[in-house]
């Protein structure tokens, strides 16, 4: 199962929503939790959904390369996280090395060279600390959530970018942020963050790109991602509810099946206890339990393979929780692309 080229203007597979007793239809997802609304990070959780082992294999090669055209190698995620590493936990008692996102790993050199984390100072800690994630998709611009940067009086020079990094405050160097776009359509609801939740950071020069510091693709707006299919999602977040990643603040990788937006509707719907749609055609799900992001992923990337090709299909938005029985909530790349390339070059110029 694999990304789809849909035709424009036709809707996605599973992004339209039946709202006609779409929330009395539906089994409860799981516990109650309080869905926290917090301004700079949104926590969001993994919702159940099962992937056939011929499905999980389908999507991996040999020893981690993809086999792609005119004799060129594309590096490939690496096996699931159950089979990668042992399961995440903040007790320094345990043997295994401490790491991040809820069922997460500890990210390899290089393999997410676009991954970059979005600073502020004035903490309390003296330091410009790390508040949400965000990608490198031009050599002068990153694409983030819009509620990682919606203080009231947040102005660009208040924050920072941190490039080619895997662990958090390793030999900072910090690039500087001369101008904040946020989506004009964007705005909360009590559950949430609702629709149009993407914003663009330009950066006061342009990066040299290398091994270590590169950009990740944008979809196509007829890109179709299907239910099931196996993508990553990488971060710096809590490794559970109040759980923050403990030192040494390595970044995190995790494998989430995309959910259906009317399965997702579904089960925000009865745990919302709402009639309303909750999940929007701009928002894209996934997730399963106990693999997942939570605060301090906010804005970060869900990138999907085509092509041999990293593509980025979702941003971080929001969730009910850590690492339970429901699905993360992204905007939806394909959404936004046409009001991306409204304000950054559709290639990166000389």
């Given at each position: 199962?694999?990304?789809?080229?849909?035709p424009?203007?036709t809707?996605?597979?599973?992004?339209t929503?039946?709202?006609a007793?779409?929330?009395k239809?539906c089994a409860?997802?799981?516990?109650?939790?309080?869905?926290?609304?917090?301004?700079?990070?949104a926590?969001?959780l993994?919702?159940s959904v099962?992937i056939s082992?011929g499905e999980?294999q389908?999507?991996?090669c040999a020893?981690?390369?993809?086999d792609?055209?005119?004799?060129?190698?594309?590096?490939?995620?690496?096996?699931s996280?159950g089979?990668a590493c042992?399961p995440v936990?903040?007790d320094p008692?345990?043997?295994h090395?401490?790491?991040g996102i809820v069922g997460g790993?500890k990210?390899?050199?290089?393999r997410?060279?676009?991954q970059?984390s979005?600073?502020?100072?004035g903490?309390g800690s003296?330091?410009?600390?790390?508040?949400?994630?965000?990608?490198?998709?031009h050599p002068?611009w990153?694409?983030t959530?819009?509620h990682?940067?919606?203080l009231?009086?947040?102005?660009a020079?208040?924050?920072?970018v941190q490039?080619?990094?895997?662990?958090l405050?390793d030999?900072?160097q910090?690039?500087?942020?001369t101008?904040?776009?946020r989506?004009?359509?964007f705005?909360?609801?009590?559950?949430?963050?609702d629709s149009a939740?993407i914003?663009?950071l330009?950066l006061?020069?342009?990066?040299?790109?290398?091994?270590?510091?590169?950009l990740v693709?944008?979809p196509s707006?007829?890109?179709?991602?299907p239910?099931g299919m196996l993508c990553w999602v990488t971060?710096w977040?809590?490794i559970?509810?109040?759980?923050?990643?403990?030192?040494?603040?390595?970044?995190q990788?995790v494998?989430?099946?995309?959910?259906?937006?009317?399965?997702?509707n579904?089960?925000?719907?009865?745990?919302?206890?709402?009639?309303d749609e909750?999940?929007?055609?701009?928002?894209?799900?996934?997730?399963?339990e106990?693999h997942?992001?939570?605060?301090?992923?906010?804005g970060g990337?869900l990138?999907?393979?085509w092509?041999?090709?990293w593509i980025?299909v979702?941003?971080?938005?929001?969730g009910?929780?850590?690492?339970?029985?429901?699905?993360g909530?992204?905007a939806?790349?394909?959404?936004y692309v046409?009001?991306?390339?409204q304000?950054?070059?559709?290639s990166p110029?000389?």
């Amino acid at each position: 199962m694999g990304i789809k080229e849909g035709p424009g203007g036709t809707a996605r597979e599973g992004s339209t929503m039946d709202k006609a007793g779409a929330g009395k239809a539906c089994a409860s997802p799981g516990p109650l939790l309080m869905l926290w609304l917090l301004v700079l990070t949104a926590p969001w959780l993994g919702g159940s959904v099962p992937i056939s082992p011929g499905e999980s294999q389908s999507l991996r090669c040999a020893q981690g390369v993809w086999d792609c055209p005119l004799g060129k190698s594309f590096p490939g995620p690496p096996p699931s996280s159950g089979e990668a590493c042992q399961p995440v936990s903040a007790d320094p008692g345990l043997r295994h090395e401490q790491v991040g996102i809820v069922g997460g790993c500890k990210v390899p050199a290089r393999r997410y060279p676009w991954q970059v984390s979005l600073r502020f100072h004035g903490m309390g800690s003296g330091q410009w600390q790390h508040i949400c994630g965000g990608s490198l998709i031009h050599p002068q611009w990153v694409l983030t959530a819009a509620h990682c940067v919606e203080l009231e009086g947040l102005e660009a020079a208040t924050l920072r970018v941190q490039v080619g990094q895997l662990r958090l405050y390793d030999h900072d160097q910090l690039c500087n942020v001369t101008e904040i776009i946020r989506h004009p359509n964007f705005n909360m609801s009590w559950y949430g963050w609702d629709s149009a939740d993407i914003a663009l950071l330009k950066l006061e020069a342009p990066l040299t790109l290398s091994e270590d510091v590169n950009l990740v693709s944008l979809p196509s707006p007829s890109l179709i991602v299907p239910p099931g299919m196996l993508c990553w999602v990488t971060g710096w977040g809590d490794i559970a509810d109040h759980t923050p990643l403990p030192p040494p603040y390595h970044l995190q990788e995790v494998e989430v099946p995309i959910v259906g937006n009317r399965e997702c509707n579904c089960h925000y719907q009865t745990i919302l206890e709402q009639d309303d749609e909750v999940i929007k055609q701009d928002m894209l799900c996934a997730g399963s339990e106990g693999h997942d992001s939570c605060q301090m992923d906010s804005g970060g990337p869900l990138v999907c393979r085509w092509k041999c090709t990293w593509i980025q299909v979702g941003v971080v938005s929001w969730g009910y929780g850590c690492g339970y029985n429901l699905p993360g909530v992204y905007a939806r790349v394909t959404s936004y692309v046409s009001w991306i390339h409204q304000h950054i070059p559709l290639s990166p110029g000389p």
